[in-house]
């Protein structure tokens, strides 16, 4: 049975994409069968696996409208282990052309749960925002895993995240869970990053991952070459913080 992952924060900026991308590719080095959901329009998932987004036929875009069935827009083994639903700039429509649309908040779950038994993880990449492509994330979804950038406004907006991931168990999907909250853009040289890592265990009780995602320039220049940052620099420490949260993720 597939463990369902959200990759959720409706600040921008913070990582999401760099995690949805390595952590997945991290799973799938270690031998885990991995499907990636891209929901963000912008595409930097897709992207950041070497494929060229705006080519695409099917994508979960069409997906979601009904053009087109799960087993068309799944690109399967884009790297060992890894398949991915890719996504482009048309998703951005989706929201106004589903207006009206019955169980409009379930239609990702419902084609997910075709396949999901084949993998043993989805990791899913919302977009930045609270929008209809989150809420059919998250009642898709197992957990939510929120990155956090180690800076001075990484607790603003964490409350409403965990104010809508509550509603949505509330009203959407009762056995949505929170994952964890992993800090990304970490640098040990500055005293903010550590006050912040601080502030927020301080504040929170929910799940913080061990691992501490590094800035790292590796790390930023892997998807410019379409590649996770294991296959780009396995050396790096970029390289080395996502094979150890992805660890910490499969043994949580």
């Given at each position: ?186 640098d040990s040289r500055t ?39 294991n296959i780009y620099d ?19």
């Amino acid at each position: 049975m597939g463990r369902v992952i959200a990759i959720a924060n409706q600040k921008g900026g913070v990582g999401k994409t760099t995690t949805s991308i390595n952590l997945s590719a991290c799973i799938g080095a270690k031998g885990k069968k991995v499907l990636v959901i891209d929901v963000d329009p912008q595409g930097n998932t897709t992207s950041g696996y070497g494929i060229e987004k705006n080519e695409l036929e099917n994508t979960i875009y069409e997906l979601m409208l009904g053009d087109c069935s799960i087993e068309d827009c799944i690109l399967k083994d884009v790297i060992p282990n890894v398949s991915i639903l890719p996504s482009n700039v048309n998703l951005a429509a989706a929201e106004i052309e589903l207006i009206g649309v019955e169980k409009k908040e379930y239609i990702l779950k419902g084609e997910i749960d075709w396949v999901k038994d084949r993998y043993d993880y989805v990791i899913i990449d919302c977009p930045p925002s609270l929008n209809l492509l989150t809420v059919n994330a998250m009642t898709t979804a197992d957990s939510v895993l929120v990155p956090i950038q180690c800076e001075y406004y990484a607790l603003e907006g964490l409350s409403q995240l965990i104010h809508t991931i509550n509603l949505v168990k509330e009203r959407l999907n009762p056995d949505l869970a929170m994952e964890g909250v992993v800090f990304t853009m970490y640098d040990s040289r500055t005293n903010l990053s550590n006050q912040v890592v601080e502030n927020v265990k301080s504040h929170l009780n929910q799940k913080i991952y061990k691992t501490l995602i590094p800035r790292n320039i590796r790390l930023a220049e892997a998807p410019s070459y379409g590649k996770p940052i294991n296959i780009y620099d396995p050396k790096s420490a970029g390289a080395e913080s996502y094979m150890a949260l992805a660890e910490e993720v499969i043994n949580s």
